[in-house]
């Protein structure tokens, strides 16, 4: 579909034409004339599918066109980093070229002249505010900022947000806003803890999903059938024998990116860690060192598995099995993005991982090759995903279940508006 199909203002599509926006996406299509009708939406779109645009056009076309408050914040948009938020409002600035709406982006930072900036365009009621939860929850402290007449409220990547903890400062924020405030919800992934989200906030929602995307076929994908203890071992021979760069290593818990790091560490590895305890000064240091090249190896949890673009990435893998196959799909997708379009991703599959592993599997309509484990590591358990399927409903709920071959490991896991239409 073509946008001038949607219904949009010419100011809108004027914009988009010198933009050279001529085809809308699927998610675009879908949700565009849902939110100019005034619903709550709840829309699950991975990065790279246009879901911005999908939000902020309407958004833009509803505060030009219609008569909103020109003293008043309108629109809040909730990112989980300081990167979205500077893409989100970078791409406002660009979409709005021929209408004069007013934004302005709000994230931590050291700078006191940011704070001093973000507070005077926020007292006086810029029309869009693209904030990270901490740093417009410490405005909101300080009184700079008003939240009464607010009629759009957006929360980007919600799935990725909650995993960095951000929770209550959701529902502290939430609780600002007014009862006829239109609430949009954008995630890469639908967890139940989404769904619960979105049953606490959205109003009789319509629902748009996009079916995500299978990795390119540059991607080689393999793995190891192992027992948790080999899993390390398995990591230190193919470091041995090729020295890391440009990896990443995703765990599906804090606790276990921690360890796995210290281990690694210890055994003279250049090695960061990225998960949601840091704070977000740490976490742009982590990366900046990372994408500069001054960190060979980063271990992280799903944080940095969606939104964040890092080239050249040679090797992904998977310590453990993630919690879904959006997931599998979003943490290999970190390669095969450089120059040359080629990566490699391995994951490793141990006893109690192979039915999630053969549930990817079946998401993916192929079977992953299965790469030999070196006998000198010892024996490793047969690839048997019905059995382990089996096993694991037959557990009881305290956690008792299949047999791993070996002791547990300790690594766990921008103003007026001047026409109508």
Same mark, same amino acid.
């Given at each position: 579909?073509?946008?001038?199909?949607?219904?949009?203002?010419?100011?809108?599509?004027?914009?988009?034409?010198?933009?050279?926006?001529?085809?809308?996406?699927?998610?675009?299509?879908?949700?565009?004339?849902?939110?100019?009708?005034?619903?709550?939406?709840?829309?699950?779109?991975?990065?790279?599918?246009?879901?911005?645009?999908?939000?902020?056009?309407?958004?833009?076309?509803?505060?030009?066109?219609?008569?909103?408050?020109?003293?008043?914040?309108?629109?809040?948009?909730?990112?989980?980093?300081?990167?979205?938020?500077?893409?989100?409002?970078?791409?406002?600035?660009?979409?709005?070229?021929?209408?004069?709406?007013?934004?302005?982006?709000?994230?931590?930072?050291?700078?006191?002249?940011?704070?001093?900036?973000?507070?005077?365009?926020?007292?006086?009621?810029?029309?869009?505010?693209?904030?990270?939860?901490?740093?417009?929850?410490?405005?909101?402290?300080?009184?700079?900022?008003?939240?009464?007449?607010?009629?759009?409220?957006?929360?980007?990547?919600?799935?990725?947000?909650?995993?960095?903890?951000?929770?209550?400062?959701?529902?502290?924020?939430?609780?600002?806003?007014?009862?006829?405030?239109?609430?949009?919800?954008?995630?890469?992934?639908?967890?139940?803890?989404?769904?619960?989200?979105?049953?606490?906030?959205?109003?009789?929602?319509?629902?748009?999903?996009?079916?995500?995307?299978?990795?390119?076929?540059?991607?080689?994908?393999?793995?190891?059938?192992?027992?948790?203890?080999?899993?390390?071992?398995?990591?230190?021979?193919?470091?041995?024998?090729?020295?890391?760069?440009?990896?990443?290593?995703?765990?599906?818990?804090?606790?276990?990116?921690?360890?796995?790091?210290?281990?690694?560490?210890?055994?003279?590895?250049?090695?960061?860690?990225?998960?949601?305890?840091?704070?977000?000064?740490?976490?742009?240091?982590?990366?900046?060192?990372?994408?500069?090249?001054?960190?060979?190896?980063?271990?992280?949890? #799903?944080?940095? %598995?969606?939104?964040?673009? &890092?080239? !050249?990435?040679?090797?992904?893998?998977?310590?453990? /099995? $993630?919690? @879904? *196959?959006?997931?599998?799909?979003?943490?290999?997708?970190?390669?095969?993005?450089?120059?040359?379009?080629?990566?490699?991703?391995?994951?490793?599959?141990?006893? #109690?991982?192979? %039915?999630?592993?053969?549930? &990817?599997? !079946?998401?993916?309509?192929?079977?992953?090759?299965? /790469? $030999?484990? @070196? *006998?000198?590591?010892?024996?490793?358990?047969?690839?048997?995903?019905?059995?382990?399927?089996?096993?694991?409903?037959?557990?009881?709920?305290?956690?008792?279940?299949?047999?791993?071959?070996?002791?547990?490991?300790?690594?766990?896991?921008?103003?007026?508006?001047?026409?109508?239409?």
């Amino acid at each position: 579909m073509k946008f001038d199909e949607l219904p949009l203002g010419d100011a809108i599509l004027d914009g988009l034409d010198f933009m050279n926006f001529r085809e809308a996406t699927p998610i675009q299509e879908q949700t565009i004339p849902i939110i100019l009708e005034g619903r709550d939406v709840i829309a699950c779109a991975q990065t790279g599918t246009g879901k911005t645009a999908a939000y902020v056009l309407p958004i833009l076309d509803k505060l030009f066109y219609d008569d909103y408050p020109q003293d008043a914040i309108n629109a809040i948009i909730m990112a989980p980093t300081r990167e979205l938020a500077q893409q989100i409002d970078q791409q406002i600035e660009g979409f709005s070229y021929f209408v004069s709406v007013s934004s302005v982006p709000v994230y931590g930072g050291t700078d006191g002249v940011l704070w001093d900036q973000q507070k005077k365009g926020l007292q006086m009621g810029a029309d869009i505010v693209i904030a990270t939860p901490g740093r417009l929850i410490s405005h909101l402290k300080c009184e700079n900022i008003d939240l009464s007449r607010v009629s759009f409220f957006v929360l980007d990547e919600a799935d990725r947000m909650l995993d960095m903890g951000f929770h209550d400062d959701i529902m502290q924020i939430y609780k600002f806003l007014p009862q006829t405030c239109q609430v949009i919800m954008f995630s890469a992934t639908m967890p139940p803890k989404i769904k619960l989200l979105a049953q606490n906030i959205l109003k009789n929602p319509a629902e748009v999903k996009i079916a995500i995307s299978r990795p390119p076929e540059s991607i080689m994908q393999t793995a190891y059938v192992c027992y948790e203890p080999q899993k390390l071992a398995i990591i230190k021979d193919l470091f041995r024998r090729a020295k890391p760069q440009r990896v990443i290593i995703f765990s599906s818990s804090k606790a276990k990116v921690k360890d796995l790091a210290a281990t690694l560490r210890r055994l003279k590895f250049n090695v960061s860690e990225m998960h949601s305890d840091l704070e977000q000064s740490q976490r742009e240091e982590v990366m900046r060192d990372f994408k500069a090249g001054k960190t060979d190896i980063l271990v992280a949890t #799903d944080v940095v %598995a969606r939104g964040i673009d &890092i080239n !050249d990435i040679r090797l992904v893998i998977n310590f453990d /099995i $993630p919690h @879904d *196959p959006e997931d599998y799909v979003h943490r290999i997708g970190r390669t095969a993005r450089g120059t040359n379009g080629e990566g490699l991703a391995i994951t490793f599959v141990g006893p #109690d991982e192979q %039915a999630s592993f053969k549930h &990817i599997e !079946d998401f993916l309509g192929k079977e992953v090759y299965k /790469i $030999p484990v @070196d *006998p000198s590591f010892g024996a490793v358990p047969t690839y048997a995903p019905q059995q382990h399927e089996h096993r694991r409903k037959a557990t009881s709920p305290h956690g008792k279940g299949a047999k791993t071959g070996g002791k547990a490991t300790n690594y766990h896991r921008r103003g007026h508006r001047e026409s109508k239409r």
